[in-house]
């Protein structure tokens, strides 16, 4: 199993699986990160957290926390 914390800059990934529950996961859901979508990753903090992704046409930051719980192919 590879999640998007996983994915290097500059690299792209498709959703496979969302893992958690309750409100993690529709939060998640809720900023367009659902299976079958295409995320590119477009750089990360100098301290490493958070990291920044671009979904749908829209730049996105997310804790790598919450990409751990992204399952990736």
Do not use: C, F, N, W
């Amino acid at each position: 199993m590879k999640t998007l914390r996983e994915v290097p800059i500059g690299g792209t990934a498709r959703v496979v699986k969302l893992h958690g529950a309750g409100a993690i996961k529709r939060r998640i859901m809720d900023m367009g990160i659902t299976r079958g979508t295409e995320i590119y990753v477009r750089k990360v903090a100098p301290l490493g957290d958070p990291i920044e992704l671009k979904v749908r046409g829209y730049e996105l930051s997310l804790r790598k926390a919450d990409a751990e719980l992204i399952e990736v192919e």
